[in-house]
Structure formats: structure tokens, C-alpha cells
């Protein structure tokens, strides 16, 4: 199975700041790597996915980038409804997610 | 517009059997792979299992393997996740998802709640 680590597990942070989230694959996943959101008692919802596309209606703040085992997900500016819980998803083989990070307010 | 939507969730005892189902709408069904992804209280996600487009390949993570059977009707446009012998550890959110172009989930459903409990 192909393992997932994403760093850190929370990050405090506030409005306007730059955001920036990690994830490493325990081995080469090509290009094959999506990012969702979460908010408490919703679905992941798909932000990136092929480690840089922008979903559509996803807003142009986040993106995403890397390849093989190291892949990153940016929020340029930080804004009010984008604190919630981020996964990414290796879409290589069958699904397997990271732990997550919490983006919390500061 | 895509729409996925999970029923058949509850609380059963262990050793216990639970069907779920996902009514899909939006979109051509029997073009689609999907996948049920589980997620534990305070968890990250999980991929339980995953059936092509016609259903004739299916498989399973290793933690439920024997256990739980994915089906899918696609005359009726409908995924289903046959549970038997279910434990504690089974207790989770049960999402249905879609696999996009690029096998990502691109569509989820809302999910719905599965307790394992005596």
C-alpha cells in the first residue's frame, strides 16, 4: 500500500497569512495527488487534483504542486472559511489519504 | 447537477449485517467508477472498496476483505455496500464517491453513520 504523510497535523494561522501544507508519499506517485477540504460533519471536497489542477469553482487562492513523493498545497491568503481540516489523497493505485491538517485560527 | 446520496446506515450489534445504498443523479452512472471511503470519529478518510464501471472488477481494503461486498445496479443508477460480521472498528461515516478522469474522487456523497454496538 502506498502510505501518505502530511505535515503538520495543525497549523495556527490567521486571515491574510500564506499557508503552506505538505505531503510525501511513501513512493512514486507521479502527478497522481488530490487535496480536499473538510469542515466538521461535511464530505471532503475536492480542491486539486493531478498535484496542480484547480477543481472548477475552486477559488484561485490554493494551489498545488510537486511530483513523485513530495507534493504541496498553498493557500495565498488565508481567508475566513478556509479554516477546516486538509487531506490529500494519492489517486495512483487505490485511495489512500494522509492524517490530515487542522488549520486553525491564531 | 452530480448528487449522491447515501442511506441504509444505523447502529447494529456486532456480528451483525448493514446494506448501504447510494442513489446517484447528474450524470451517466454506468460511465462511472466509484468507490465507499469510511471515516472513524476524529479520523481521516479511509477507501473501503472500489467496483469498475460495469461492476465486473471490484476490491477491497484488506481490513474488510470477506467481510463486505460493493455492488451496483446501473439500470437503477445505484451503489451498494453489503456489511457482514461487523465489528467495533467498522463504526464510521460511510461516503460514497465518484472517480473523476484522473481516478481522484471528484464527487462525494453526504455519507451516513454506521455504529457497531452492543
Known amino acids: 500500500d502506498i502510505q501518505m504523510t502530511q505535515s503538520p497535523s495543525t497549523l495556527s494561522a490567521s486571515v491574510g497569512d500564506r499557508v503552506t501544507i505538505t505531503c510525501r508519499a511513501s513512493q512514486n506517485i507521479y502527478d497522481s495527488l488530490a487535496w480536499y477540504q473538510q469542515k466538521p460533519g461535511k464530505a471532503p471536497k475536492l480542491l486539486i487534483y493531478k498535484a496542480s489542477s484547480l477543481e472548477s469553482g475552486v477559488p484561485s487562492r490554493f494551489s498545488g504542486s510537486g511530483s513523485g513523493t513530495e507534493f504541496t498545497l498553498t493557500i495565498s491568503s488565508l481567508q475566513a472559511d478556509d479554516f477546516a481540516t486538509y487531506y490529500c489523497?494519492?489517486?495512483?493505485?487505490?485511495?489512500?489519504f494522509g492524517q490530515g491538517t487542522r488549520v486553525e485560527i491564531k | 447537477e452530480v448528487q449522491l446520496v447515501e442511506s441504509g446506515g444505523g447502529l447494529v450489534q456486532p456480528g451483525g449485517s448493514l446494506r448501504l445504498s447510494c442513489a446517484a443523479s447528474g450524470f451517466t452512472f454506468s460511465s462511472y467508477e466509484m468507490n465507499w471511503v469510511r471515516q472513524a470519529p476524529g479520523k481521516g478518510p479511509e477507501w473501503v472498496s472500489y467496483i469498475s464501471s460495469t461492476g465486473r472488477t471490484t476490491d477491497y481494503a484488506d481490513s474488510v476483505k470477506g467481510r463486505f461486498t460493493i455492488s451496483r445496479d446501473n439500470a437503477k443508477n445505484s451503489l451498494y455496500l453489503q456489511m457482514s460480521s461487523l465489528r467495533g472498528e467498522d463504526t464510521a461515516v460511510y461516503f460514497c464517491a465518484r472517480e473523476g478522469q484522473f481516478d481522484h474522487g471528484d464527487y462525494w456523497g453526504q455519507g451516513t453513520l454506521v455504529a457497531v454496538s452492543s
Open positions: 489523497q494519492q489517486h495512483y493505485g487505490y485511495w489512500t
